[in-house]
C-alpha cells in the first residue's frame, strides 16, 4: 500500500503524479486512480497526503461543549431542573431578606385539565421564611411562574397578575405564611428620622380566595376574599432597638396587639403595554379597593384605596421610551381608628424612592411619582435615567409631607418579554444606593 | 507602477524555491485534486449555534487591515478551480433559462401519490420541520410556512438553492410540494426534538404541532418545501476560517478560499444574513473509488425577506438583518454615550412588506455596508480581486434570470412576486456599481477562434453600463517565463473596440498590459497583464490585475 504511494510520489518528481491502481481495502488516504497532476498541483497534493498523517478529530473546547449541550437539551436549563415540579431557586423573598433558597412547586394544567398547583418554600440568609400553597385557576403565561400568594394586596403587584390569552379567568384559594425577623420601622409620616430606624419581627398568616375575568381585552376585574393575621415581635437585628425603645406606643398603632382580620376587595387593572415587562408604549390603570375588617372589638377596620397609573411614550423610536408613573395610597381607618403600623404602606426601596432604604417612609397616605428615560443600546441593553418623588403623611387627615426625591442611572439587561437583570444607581438626600434586582422597576 | 498581483495557492503553493518559472505546465489549473481517497469516514461535527456566535464575535480577531494575503484557490486566471467546494457553473458558461430553474434538482422531488413515514421531527425553532422518507424510498427534510406567511422561508429557500447552485455551490435538490396532511404519517422509531427538551417519541400531537396554522392551498393541501439529503454521510458543518483537522484534502484555510470570500458578494446581494457555519454541511462522499469530503450550503429559508421575530417563528426580516451584527460594539457605544440621541441608520429605511416575500429593499442596500448576523472570517478576508471574481458572477443573471428564479418561489402572489425580483435586480446593480468600479473591469480573455490574431475580452464594467469606454491603451511584450521579465515588443497602442491583435512576434510567452480609457472610471485604467502561451495551442495562461 505504501509502496504504491511511494511509486505515485516518485512519478511526481519526472512532472506528473500518477497512482497505481489498487484493491480498494489497500488504497491509502491521498489516494486517487486518475490523478494526473502537474508541477503546480503537485506541492498541494503533498500536503495533502502529508496530512494523512496527522489527521485528528474535532475537538470543541469546554465552553463549546457546555453550550452544545444546551443547546441540544442534554443538560436542561438551569431555570428548568425540577424534579415533580418542584424547581430548587435563589431569590430574594421580601424587604430585607436578602437571598434565600428554597424550591418552588409548579405543576400547571395538572392532567390537561385547568387546574393549577403552586406552593413556595423558602428561608433566607437574614432568617426570614415564606411558604405558600395556591391551587385552582392560576393567573400564569405559558410556564411561567405566578406571583406569590402573599402578593397582591399591593396595587403594585397587580400590574405582575398574567392572564392566559386562551384562559381569561382566575378562581384559585391560596394559603401562605411568612416569618420576617427584621422589618425596619423609621416612624410614620414625613418627618420620620434616619438614625430612628428600629427593628421589628412580623409573622403573617393568609388565607384566601381570588376570583378575576378579562371583561375586555384590556381589561380584568378581580375580587378577593379572605382572612389575614400578623403577629408582631421583637426584631431579630441586633445592630438596631427595638422598635417599642424609640417609639412611643401612639406612634405605633397595633403594637400592643395584632387583630385577626377578614380581609376583602376588589381591584381593575387596564393594561393597554405593548409588552408587561418590557413596555416601550402603552399605558397601565390599576386601582384596588381593601378592607381590613378587624374580628375582635377593638380592632381596626379600614380601608385601602390605592391607584398606579404607568405611561410609556416612545420618543421618536422604540428603542427611547419616556417611563411615567403616578401611584397613591390612601388608608381610611373608621373614626379614631388608626391604620397598624406594620400594614402602612410606604415608599423606599427598589420600585419605588430608590436613594431611600427599603420601608423608609410609612404612612396612612402616600403618592409617588416615577419618571424614566430609557434607552436601547441594543435590543437587550438598556440604560435609564432616573427621578422619583414622592411623599407620605402619617394619618389620612393629615397633608402630605415634604418630597423626597432622588436620582439616578440605571443599565438593564432583558430580552423581548423581560428584565434579566437590573442595575439602578440611585442617589438621595440620605446617599448613594445600588439595586441589584432581577425585575424591572416599573 | 503600483505592484502587479498574480495570487493563489495553486500559484502561491507550486512558487516554492524549486519551481522558478512563471507559468508550468499545468496552468491554469482546472480542477484542484482536493478529492483524494481518505479511507474512513471523519467524525461528525456538532457545532454549537451559541458557540458559533461567541467564537466569530467575540473570540477571533478580524484581520490586520493591509496584511491580508491573497486568495490562495485561484489559478493563474485568478479563477477559483473545480474542487469540492466548488464547481463553475454560470461564471465560465451561459446556463439557460430551463438550467438555472432546474438548479440542483436531479429528479422530480419527493413522490407525491404515496405516504410520507416521518422518520424524526423537529419542534420549535426557525422553522420546526420533520424528515420523511417517501413511497420511492428517498429521505428528504421538510419545512413549512406559518398561514400567514404563504411561501415567504420555504419561497426563499427554493430560490436560495437555485442561485447558489448556479453560482457553483453544492447545495441540496429542493423543491416545493403540496400535500394533504392525511398522506403523512409517523414511523414507529420516530423521534421528536422539542426546544430545550431531550429528544424523545414522536407522537401524533407532534405532527398536529408542526403542522397547525401553516400555510396551505384552498383545497387544504399544505405547502412543504422539500429537500433530500445529500449524498453520501453528513458529517457536520465546516466553518469560515482554518480547515477540518480530519479531512485530509482540507489544506487551504477557509478563511483564505476564494470561493468563501467571495460567497459575502452573494450573501449581500441576496441578504442572506444567515450564512453562518450552521447553514453548511460537509458529506463523506464515495465516487470512482475514492471517498471524500464534499462540501455544502444549505437552508436558505432566512435570506431576501425572511426571517424571524424574536420568538424565532418565520416572518420578515428584521430590518436589522444585514444592517449590523447581532451585537455591534459600535453601534452599543454610540447609542449608550448619546443617550439613545444618535440612531442606528437602518432605522429610517423604509421595508415594503409582503406577507409572502417579507422585507428586503435596494433602495439603501450597501454592498460594503451589508452585514451577516455576526462576524464572517471568510467575509473579513475578502479582498477586492475577491468581490470582482464574484460580482462577476452576479453580472451573467440577466434581469430575465432573475424572474425566473423567482418565480420558482411559488408564491402565488404576483405583485410580491414582482417586487422581490425587482428589489433583487436593483440589488444585483449595486453589486456591480460596487466591485466594477475598484478594478480595470476587464475579463474573460480569449483568443478569437473567428478573429485569428486577436485576443478578445469582457468589459463588465461596461456592460453593466457604469461607464463609456473611450479606447483601450495596450503593449505587447515578450515574457521571459525563467525571470518573470518582460521586454516590450512595441510601442503602446489604442483601441476603440474589444480586440486587440496579437503581435507578429512569437516568443513562447506573450504578455499584454491593458487600460481602460473611460471618463468617469478612473480605477479602470489600473493596468491588466494577459498571458499567453504561443505553444502548439495559443492559450491565454495567465491574468494579473492592478490593485
Redesign the interface.
Known amino acids: 500500500m505504501r509502496a504504491a504511494l511511494l511509486l505515485a510520489l516518485l512519478a511526481g518528481s519526472s ?1 506528473l503524479l500518477r497512482a497505481a491502481p489498487l484493491a ?1 481495502d489497500d ?9 494526473d ?9 503533498e ?3 502529508a ?2 498523517a496527522a ?4 475537538r ?1 473546547g469546554f ?2 461543549r457546555q ?2 449541550a ?5 443538560r ?2 438551569i431555570t ?1 431542573i425540577n424534579l415533580f415540579g418542584l424547581y430548587p431557586r435563589i431569590q430574594t423573598i421580601d424587604h430585607r431578606s436578602q437571598t434565600a433558597a428554597g424550591v418552588r412547586l409548579w405543576r400547571p394544567d395538572v392532567g390537561a385539565s385547568a387546574l393549577d398547583l403552586a406552593g413556595s418554600a423558602f428561608w433566607s440568609i437574614q432568617g426570614f421564611q415564606y411558604y405558600d400553597a395556591q391551587a385552582g385557576v392560576i393567573p400564569h403565561r405559558g410556564r411561567s411562574f405566578p406571583p406569590f400568594a402573599i402578593k397582591g394586596h399591593d396595587v403594585f403587584d397587580l400590574a405582575n397578575v398574567r392572564l392566559d390569552d386562551n384562559r381569561p379567568f382566575m378562581l384559585y384559594a391560596a394559603v401562605a405564611h411568612r416569618w420576617a425577623p427584621k422589618f425596619d420601622f423609621f416612624g410614620s409620616g414625613p418627618d420620620s428620622r434616619r438614625e430612628d430606624r428600629a427593628s421589628f419581627s412580623q409573622r403573617d398568616t393568609l388565607v384566601e380566595a381570588v376570583a378575576g375575568y378579562r371583561v375586555l381585552r384590556r381589561l380584568t376585574l378581580s375580587g378577593r376574599f379572605g382572612y389575614y393575621k400578623a403577629a408582631i415581635g421583637p426584631g431579630k437585628d441586633d445592630d438596631l432597638p427595638q422598635v417599642q425603645d424609640v417609639f412611643e406606643p401612639a406612634a405605633l398603632p397595633g403594637f400592643g396587639a395584632q387583630p385577626r382580620f377578614l380581609r376583602y376587595g376588589a381591584a381593575a387593572v387596564f393594561d393597554g403595554r405593548d409588552v408587561a415587562e418590557n413596555p416601550h408604549r402603552g399605558g397601565l390603570l390599576a386601582v384596588q379597593w381593601l378592607r381590613y375588617d378587624g374580628r375582635e372589638a377593638s380592632a381596626p377596620t379600614f380601608d385601602r384605596f390605592a391607584v398606579d397609573g404607568r405611561a410609556y411614550v416612545p420618543l421618536g ?1 422604540p ?2 421610551v419616556l417611563a411615567l408613573r403616578a401611584y397613591a395610597s390612601k388608608g381610611d381607618p373608621a373614626a379614631g381608628g388608626r391604620v397598624p403600623f406594620y400594614l402602612l404602606p410606604f415608599l423606599g426601596g427598589s420600585h419605588t424612592l430608590r436613594g431611600y432604604v427599603s420601608q423608609r417612609y410609612r404612612g396612612e397616605k402616600l403618592a409617588l411619582l416615577q419618571a424614566e ?1 430609557r ?5 437587550a ?1 438598556e ?1 435609564a ?1 432616573f427621578a422619583d418623588t414622592g411623599a407620605v403623611a402619617a394619618t389620612a387627615g393629615e397633608d402630605l409631607g415634604r418630597f423626597r426625591t432622588d436620582g439616578g442611572i440605571g443599565l438593564r439587561l432583558k430580552g ?1 418579554e423581560t428584565v434579566w437583570l437590573r442595575l439602578d444607581f440611585a442617589w438621595g438626600d440620605e446617599g448613594f444606593r445600588a439595586l441589584f434586582r432581577f425585575s424591572p422597576s416599573f | 507602477m503600483r505592484s502587479l498581483f498574480l495570487a493563489g ?3 502561491a ?2 512558487a ?1 524555491p524549486a ?1 522558478a518559472q512563471k507559468f ?4 491554469p ?1 482546472a480542477r ?8 474512513s469516514a ?2 461528525e ?7 458559533d456566535v ?2 466569530n464575535t467575540f473570540v477571533r480577531n478580524g484581520p490586520e487591515k493591509g496584511k491580508i494575503p491573497p486568495a490562495a484557490n485561484v ?1 493563474t486566471l485568478g479563477e477559483v478551480p473545480d474542487s469540492s467546494w466548488w464547481e463553475n457553473r454560470i461564471g465560465v458558461r451561459p446556463m439557460s433559462i430551463d438550467e438555472l430553474v432546474r438548479g440542483p434538482n436531479q429528479g422530480d422531488g419527493p413522490d407525491l401519490h404515496g405516504t410520507w413515514t416521518v422518520l424524526r421531527g423537529k419542534s420549535g425553532g426557525i422553522t420546526p420541520g420533520f424528515t420523511i422518507q417517501d413511497a420511492r424510498g428517498d429521505v428528504y427534510f421538510i419545512k413549512v410556512d406559518p398561514a400567514k406567511h404563504f411561501g415567504l422561508a420555504t419561497g426563499a429557500d427554493v430560490i436560495g438553492s437555485k442561485f447558489f447552485h448556479a453560482f457553483g455551490y453544492f447545495v441540496p435538490e429542493m423543491w416545493i410540494v403540496y400535500l394533504r396532511k392525511e398522506q403523512i404519517r409517523i414511523g414507529s422509531d420516530a423521534r421528536v ?1 422539542v ?4 429528544p424523545r417519541k414522536m407522537v401524533p400531537a407532534d405532527l398536529d404541532a408542526i403542522l397547525t396554522d401553516v400555510a396551505a392551498l384552498p383545497d387544504g393541501r399544505i405547502r412543504f418545501v422539500a429537500s433530500k439529503a445529500v449524498p453520501g454521510k453528513a458529517i457536520g458543518p465546516h466553518k469560515y476560517f482554518g480547515t ?8 487551504i484555510p477557509h478563511e483564505h478560499r476564494r470561493d468563501l470570500r467571495g460567497y459575502r458578494v452573494f450573501c449581500a446581494w441576496l441578504n442572506h444574513d444567515d450564512s453562518r457555519s450552521l447553514n453548511t454541511l460537509d458529506s463523506y462522499v464515495s465516487e ?3 471517498s471524500y469530503v464534499k462540501h455544502y450550503l444549505q437552508d436558505f429559508s432566512s435570506m431576501l425577506g425572511s426571517g424571524s421575530d ?2 424565532r417563528n418565520v416572518a420578515p426580516q428584521n430590518p436589522r438583518a444585514g444592517n449590523e451584527y447581532l ?2 460594539a459600535g ?3 454610540k ?2 454615550l448619546s ?2 440621541i444618535w ?1 442606528r441608520p437602518w ?1 429610517s429605511i423604509e421595508y415594503r412588506i409582503f406577507p409572502e416575500v417579507g422585507g428586503i429593499e435596494a433602495v439603501r442596500f450597501d454592498p460594503d455596508q451589508w452585514r451577516p448576523e455576526f462576524p464572517n472570517a471568510a467575509f473579513q478576508h475578502m479582498l477586492p480581486d475577491d468581490a470582482f471574481w464574484a460580482a462577476r458572477i452576479v453580472s451573467r443573471f440577466s434581469d430575465e434570470a432573475i424572474r425566473a428564479i423567482v418565480k420558482e418561489g411559488d408564491f402565488r402572489a404576483p405583485e410580491a412576486e414582482a417586487h422581490l425580483a425587482d428589489v433583487i435586480i436593483q440589488r444585483r446593480d449595486k453589486i456591480l456599481a460596487r466591485y466594477f468600479g475598484d478594478l480595470n473591469p476587464l475579463a474573460d480573455f480569449r483568443l478569437a477562434p473567428a478573429e485569428a490574431g486577436t485576443l478578445v475580452f469582457t468589459n463588465h464594467g461596461e456592460d453593466a453600463r457604469l461607464g463609456r469606454v473611450d479606447a483601450y491603451e495596450y503593449q505587447w511584450f515578450a515574457l521571459d517565463n525563467g525571470t518573470g521579465r518582460a521586454q516590450p515588443l512595441g510601442d503602446v497602442a489604442r483601441i476603440s473596440h474589444r480586440a486587440i491583435p496579437l503581435p507578429a512576434a512569437r516568443p513562447e510567452y506573450l504578455m499584454v498590459r491593458v487600460r481602460t480609457l473611460a471618463s468617469g472610471a478612473e480605477a479602470w485604467k489600473k493596468a491588466v497583464d494577459v498571458f499567453l502561451r504561443t505553444r502548439a495551442q495559443p492559450m491565454v495562461v495567465g491574468v494579473e490585475r492592478e490593485r
Not at chain 1, 488504497?27 to 490523478?35: I, K, M, S, V, Y
Not at chain 2, 461535527?45 to 458557540?51: M, R, T, V
Not at chain 2, 426546544?195 to 431531550?198: A, V
Open positions: 512532472g480498494e488504497r491509502p488516504c491521498g489516494w486517487a486512480e486518475d490523478l497532476v502537474g508541477p503546480r498541483q503537485a506541492p498541494l497534493v500536503k495533502r497526503r496530512k494523512c489527521l485528528k478529530a474535532y470543541p465552553i463549546e453550550i452544545l444546551f443547546e441540544k437539551a442534554e436542561p436549563p428548568q423610536h428603542q427611547r428615560y434607552w436601547e443600546a441594543a435590543p441593553i440604560l435615567l423581548h | 495557492a495553486l500559484v503553493f507550486a516554492a519551481i508550468l505546465s499545468d496552468d489549473v484542484d485534486r482536493d478529492d483524494l481517497h481518505i479511507p471523519p467524525g461535527i456538532e457545532l454549537a449555534s451559541g458557540w461567541y467564537e489559478n426534538r426546544l430545550g427538551m431531550k477540518r483537522p480530519d479531512d485530509s484534502n482540507d489544506v470512482a473509488g475514492r424574536w420568538r451585537i455591534d453601534a452599543i457605544v447609542t449608550a443617550l439613545g440612531e432605522y
